[in-house]
């Protein structure tokens, strides 16, 4: 895998934070993990497969507020 978090060009083979992990029925591991800009991602590895993220959210509200910068409003 070789793919970058598209948010904030975290890649996505160095997992930044594991949030659960579990076995699918077919022995294979789903995951959930946290970018380090916020965005969930769900992974999925069928048994003797590489790892996929399969879905990916949206960079946390902070991270978002940063982003388009609100000099009015305090820091955090
Ligand atoms: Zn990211």
Redesign the pocket.
């Known amino acids: 895998m070789n793919s970058l978090?598209p948010?904030?060009?975290?890649p996505d083979a160095e997992v930044y934070q594991v949030v659960s992990r579990r076995l699918t029925r077919d022995s294979g591991l789903m995951s959930w993990t946290r970018?380090?800009?916020?965005?969930l991602q769900m992974r999925q590895q069928p048994r003797g497969k590489e790892t996929a993220v399969v879905t990916r959210g949206r960079?946390t509200a902070d991270m978002a507020t940063l982003r388009h910068g609100h000099p009015e409003l305090p820091s955090v």
């Not at 970018?35 to 965005?39: E, I, L, Q, R």
């Open positions: 978090c948010h904030c060009g975290w970018c380090a800009c916020g965005s960079p």
